[in-house]
């Protein structure tokens, strides 16, 4: 790290944030449906304008709950448990990382996201190490 790192050079550094998208799963729209096409139109006009923007990091969409699992370790055991950690919890169906100058804009690209809609996109600036 040392002199290396953007945070100790000066220069200007933009923060990373991730999105994660939470949707109720049981009213999400079925495939092939008019309403699963206008969500993907409206993912792919965000995600052109997030890159045209130059904010754009990285992100994907998630696969339905059931094919999650979530791993927990105690005395040294590992325990495997499938499905989503909270059963009754939104669907985590997709995150982003963007690049934006403040918390301000961060917020400003969470509006946008379609997944806002019904939906809740939780914000955190990402630690660099």
């Avoid at 994660?20 to 799963?25: F, H, N, R, S, T």
């Avoid at 754009?56 to 927990?72: H, I, R």
């Avoid at 989503?84 to 934006?100: D, I, K, R, T």
């Amino acid at each position: 790290m040392g002199d290396k790192h953007p945070l100790h050079r000066g220069e200007n550094h933009m923060a990373r944030y991730i999105f994660l998208q939470y949707v109720d799963e049981s009213k999400a729209p079925q495939y092939g449906s008019p309403e699963l096409n206008a969500q993907i139109e409206a993912f792919a006009k965000y995600l052109d304008e997030v890159k045209a923007a130059g904010a754009f990091k990285d992100g994907d969409p998630c696969q339905p709950s059931a094919a999650g699992f979530s791993v927990s370790v105690r005395d040294g055991h590992a325990k495997t448990t499938d499905g989503p950690m909270h059963a009754q919890s939104p669907w985590l169906n997709g995150y982003f990382v963007l690049e934006c100058k403040d918390r301000a804009e961060a917020a400003a690209w969470a509006a946008k996201n379609p997944a806002a809609q019904g939906g809740t996109v939780e914000v955190h600036p990402i630690l660099s190490l």
